[in-house]
């Protein structure tokens, strides 16, 4: 029998929606599953974590994790998954969840698989789905361990559906002087945005190079964003050219998304990009470039100049 | 100070991906991992500052992989190892061959690259950091040695934007894609490589054994989209999305 | 008039005579020693890079030193020049023919001869002075930035006007104290007229005092001019016809090969010290005058970059002269990636210094020591590995051709010739365009033709000019034996880089082909009826043409492209400023189209603003790179939005629809064409 322990990400105020459909994951394995939280004063994201059916939510509230240190997170987590029993420690793919996940792996001696997409039984195991060679394929691994451990590809599961049955909270005790300091938290640059966040967003508009600068990045790609209330992407080149900064990247390398409706204007369709839009339902490219290889992979193409083009679309868009 | 260089044979991102088993195809044009790549450029860089004395690169691999181990050292890492091992390794097994690795060679600093782009895993740095209880910085856009390099400020690239770490050494330290731009190596710098030396280890020779614990069953390409239609005008476009895809 | 003569030193004591030997060995000496001193610079370079054939000696120096062909063009600087130069040339011979009729078996100079010798010196006596005012005049108020200033300029031109002006006093007053009277007075015209107006009252024993001064100080200022020629503009007299016997005869579409085997030994490749370059190269920088005329011409330069020939040469010669280090410090290398190696500097400059070899060789260091990162080392490493810059698998070479039917070589190896499709139009979606219509119109034409497919592998013209030479040597070799494997004797190519490396750099490594870029045999299939010309006459709308550096100015073909597009018959041709063998970069050679460029420096921006200035709706070119950074350029130039950017071939392949079809072949035309 699986016993799953998932990680839950948060951000010191929310919880960070895309995190919960790990739980969508930890559901398809035979089992219990509890949750975990670190940080500090986590009162109000405890309270928002409505139980998924979870056994139990373990909570790790310290003034010693108030920043995720690798370090000290990967012990605390390692410890709680130690507690738990867990044999499956698991979290949504995330720079948090890879940064802190491989270290606690190694802290319980066990393999890891990244970036689950789906589970298969086989025989008497479990295989895992995953993509390699920047998503232009799926290998499908096993793992010989009894214990092992996951992140999940938040685009591949739904999110869980809650239930109002409430779950016990386990306070879990941090020895804090026995936690490692070799790392330090120096400062954070993290731009308030009334847009959705990327990759929880039900429409994505992204840009590219042709864009040229960032007065008009926001005005079109910004634009076109906010009047169909979803977020806003980059290519690796828009990011490298300065025109907004670098975790509006989406691509092998940046964030992946799978939007219900993705708009990419002026983007010609590097693979790299591609790999972290493929999962998109509606895929829109707006583009001068007919032979564009996002053409190939787009449900809606349209060739012309975006500077024509995106003006009338937010015009028309906003009328009706 | 002494950094040692953790870098893998990848086939080139460029070339169409071999399909077919886990192995990789042979005859598939291979190079250092881009990412390992830029790990070695910001060592060579910091050695070019006057900061490091020694760069020590390494790799895990059959004997095929001597051909990047030259590559390496024609970018100007000193000395390269090869551990030998020809089998198909996961991220684990690499991690624990490198720290017995670390016991031996007693770097102050390991930098890598934080994934391998054929097996995207991201995984080798944060464990080999777990394993040696090391302090880590990944996906690093930026290193910065202070106190006399004793300590070690990065700024990483994460979801929510840019994040500055401060960390003992010896640390270690994966890079991210916008750390630095490698340079390019022609055959002066393959010339000096034929001088350098590369040494094979065996894990025997390291007292070590290990056993992958993850292994890959089957590659295959995942459904294509279908094509689209190519449309005329914006109206157009506003009608499909919200007529036939019923997503406005 | 038999009779009519001077004497020569008349007024000169033998003594004196003897002090002003002296003094003229002394500063022919001292002028000696020290261009003695700068050869031994030179002699640090590396031996040899020099021309062996004294034939071509001849006629370079014939061509370019004598008949000045670089410098003239209708411009003040090229007038007073000529002013200058032929003044000069004239009273230097002049004085030489009166020293060997003086200390000489045989004394000429009398008679018609010494009356016509007088009157052509004084008129060249004047050309000198008129040179040297509107000199200073230029210098001081019409002085472009790229002639540049020292202080030694107002010193020499302040020399020469008075060497030039105390000559016509030294005849004025010697004809005054020797009684020169007309008819032959008149013969020495100026100074006939000096000595009839100013100088009338003057008393002859005071003139013959005045003289003996005049004359000394004239001759102190030729002494005083002489020693200091090295140390001022002036000295390109000497150096210029150096260089322009010496340099070495080479296309100048070929850069200098390497060989392994000295790089192997040395372990350096390129140049990284002053030492480096050859004697020949350390030469030609003190050829140099300041001109300017490079920096005028040069695509880098007018969008701001932090490069200019002219002050590459100086900055180099600063470098022989006072030591110091190169890399970095002289020179830096945002310089040397900033050249698209157009060679208009090489073109315009008058003692044919080589700019971009020095630049090349510079490069080469830099490459070779791991200094190239970026999108540019990326495109390179592409190029290794896929063989081709833009990273794609060299297996969808033939991906352009698709639905088009192409002749591959393997299915026809009886064509005749072998058309070498490039990567640009390989890969580049918009110019696999020019790729196509080239194709269909061979195919149009009946030639027997056929593609390599993925056998074609990048020329190594970007290698080459980035700096990886021996990057470029193995595509070489790689692409060399491909086509002997073949049996490919013709090659026609869209792409005047491919053209270029095929006709000028493969014979270095042993490829040898009649190479032909497609205008030529798009206008030999015009003009032989086998394609359309679209009946000729107009077009409807303006058209103009951007000539491709590495086709118009580095191999001179101008007139193929003219042909293809009927220029002579369309009014609506027009020709921009810049065009021809004097055309304007678009940018991306050099291998600067692998670089990133700020789009307020960008080269195709100004070209573009060229275009539509001539109020043309078509810009024709016959080169994908031109067709890419031109159509680049378009789009961010205002007027430019509205202009087609199009190859020949795809214009001459809309025209093959309008009229009647050919007869393949080069049968004979059934019927006339209407207009």
Redo the contacts between chains.
Sequence with gaps: MAKTLVLIEH?RQEVKRPSLHAITLARQFDGEYGLLVLGHRLDEIVKSLVCFGASVTMVADDPALAEP???RY?TVIADAARKFGATILLATS???S??????????LD??????VLAIERKDDSI?YRR???????????????DR?VLTARATAFEPPEANAAACPIERFAVAASSL?N??????????ASERPDL?EAR?VVSGGRPL?NKETFDRLVGGLADV?GGAVGAT?AA??AGMV???YQIG??G?IVAP??YIGIGISGAIQHLAGI?DS????AINK????PI?????????GDLHQ?VP??IE??HK? | MKILVAFKRVPDPNDDAPVGGGALVSTAKSVINPFDQIAIEEALRIRERGEATEIVGATVGAPSVDEQARAALAMGVDRAIRIDDSRALDPYAVARILRALIAKEAPDVVIMGKQAVDDDSNQVGQMLAGLLAWPQATFVSKIEFLNDRKRVRCTRETDAGLEVVETTLPCIITTDLRLNEPRYVSLPGLIRARRKPIEILTCDQLGMTVRPLTTVLSTARPPKRAAGTRLQSVEELIVKLKQEAKVL | MNSATREVFGNIAPWMQVAFFILMAASLGWLLWQVAARALLWRKGLAGGFERDWRVWIERVVTYALAQKRVHRKSLGAFLHLLLFSGFVVLTIGTTLLMIAHDGPVDFHHGWYYLIYELTMDVFGVAFIVGCVLAMYRRAFRRKPSLGHNSSDWWLLGLLLSLGLTGFVLEALRMHYTHVQPPVAQWSIVGWLIDATLLRRLDVGYAQTMHLVMWWLHAALVAVFFATIPVNRFLHVITGPLNIAGRPERPMGALVPLRLDEVEQTGRIGVSEIDHFSRQQLLSLDACMECGRCEDACPATATGKPLSPKKVVTDLRGLMAHGGELHGQTIRAETLWACTMCQACVQECPVLIGHVDLISDMRRHLVGEGKLSGPPARALQQVGNQSNPYGRPNSQRLDWAEGLNVPMVESNPDFEYLLWVGCAASFDPRAQKVARATAQLLKDAGVSFAVLGPEECCTGDPARRIGDEFLFQQLAQTNIETLARRGVKKIVTPCPHCYNTFKNEYPQRGGKYHVQHHSTMLAELVGARRLNDGNGGDHGDPITLHDPCYLARVNGEVDATRAVLGADRNSQFREMPRCGKKTFCCGAGGGRMWFEELPEQRVSRLRAQESVATGARTLATACPFCLNMMSDGMAGTPGGENVKVLDIAELLLSRQTLSTPVVPNGGEAPHQYTS
């Excluded at chain 1, 890879?98 to 802290?107: G, S, T, V």
């Excluded at chain 1, 993509?131 to 361990?145: E, K, N, R, Y």
């Design positions: 951000d240190l690798a370090d990967a995330s720079t948090f890879k940064d802190i996940l491989p270290r606690a792996a190694a802290l066990a393999p890891m698989v990244t970036d295989v993509p390699v060679s920047a998503g232009s394929m799926v290998t499908t691994v096993t793992v010989d361990s092992c490692p070799g790392m330090q938290f120096i400062s954070r640059e993290e731009r990759t429409v040229k169909l690796r990011v490298d900064p670098n975790d092998q390398t964030k219900q409706l493929k339902r509606i895929i829109v470039d007919p032979d564009a053409f190939k992979m787009a449900t809606y193409g349209l060739v083009i009338q679309l028309t868009l009706s």
